[in-house]
C-alpha cells in the first residue's frame, strides 16, 4: 500500500492509504475500507483480504486511517456532530482521499463502494448518509444507524442496542444531509455477529430499517436463506424494493462476536486472517461484501 500524502481538504486530520492491483486498467472500480478501534489501515487490510480479493479482480482499495490524537483507541469519529455532517469533519477528509483518488487515477466513478468494521462500519454509513450521491454500495459489519447518537454517552446506549426509533425518523436523519438530492440512495448490506457484545444486534435491524425506508421497502418484502451458502450459523435476510430489486441485505452470523467472519484458505470463496477482531466462522464477509458490489467477476 502507497500513503497518499496530500490528498487536499483533511479537516479531520486523517491518514490515507492506497492499494493498487497490478496492471490495473482503465474505468477501475474502487472500495473505501475503514477499520475499527485499536486498527489501523495495515491490520484491517491484512485480515479483511480487500487487497487480495482487489487483486484477483481488478479494483483499488483506499484505507482511511484515524490519528490517536483524535482518538487514543483510533476510532473514527462516528458519534461526533463536528465529522458525520456533510462537508465536515472526518467525512469531508474522507471525501477528499476518495477525489484525490478519482482525479489521480482512472478510476470509474459510476463504481465507488465502502465497507467498515465497527467503529469503520459506523463510519460507513456516516459516509453513505451524507455523500449518497457518490456511491452504489455499502457494507457495514458491526455497525449503528447514522446519527444513532451525537453524544459519547448516547454513543454507549447506541451500542447497547438502546436507540430504537420508526424507520421514518431514521429516514429524516438521512434526509437532512441532503435536502435538495433526489437520486437513489445506495444499497446496502450488513454483517452482525448474533452474540455481538460490543454492538449489540438490535443495530444491525435499526440500520436495515433506516436504509428501507430510504428505498420505500416495506418489511414483509423480504426473502429469507438458512443455511446460507451451506452454513448454517449464517441468515441471510434480503429486502426488496417495489420493483422487486434487493435493494437492503443483511447476514447475521450465530456464535460470533464483535468481530469479522473470515474463512482463510485458498477456494473462491475463502480469505482473510485470524486477529483480535477477525475470526474464523466459516464465512468470509469480504468475499461476500465484494459479491454484493458486484465485484467478483471470476465466478462467471
Known sequence: ??????????????????????????????????????????????????????????????????????NPNNCFSWFLEGDINRDEGESRSIKSMIDFVIDSFQVDSSRLYVSGLSAGGCMTAVMLATYPELFQSGAVIAGVPYKASTTLEGALSAMKGLIDQEPDKWEELVLEQNPSYDGKYPNLVVFHGAEDPVVNRKNMVELAEQWMALHNIKPEHMSLSNPFDGNPNVTQRVYQNPAGKGRVVTFEVEKLGHALSVNPGKGPKQGGRTGQFAVDADFFVTYWAADFFDLIKSKN
Open 1 to 70: 500500500m502507497i500513503e497518499l500524502e496530500d490528498f487536499g481538504l483533511n479537516p479531520g486530520e486523517l491518514k490515507a492509504f492506497l492499494h493498487v492491483p497490478p496492471n490495473a486498467g482503465k474505468d477501475i472500480p474502487l472500495v473505501v475500507a475503514m477499520h475499527g478501534c485499536l486498527q489501523d489501515a495495515k491490520i484491517y487490510a491484512q485480515e479483511t483480504g480487500w487487497n487480495e480479493i482487489a487483486d484477483r479482480e481488478g479494483f483499488m482499495v483506499l484505507y482511511p486511517e484515524q490519528a490517536k490524537t483524535n
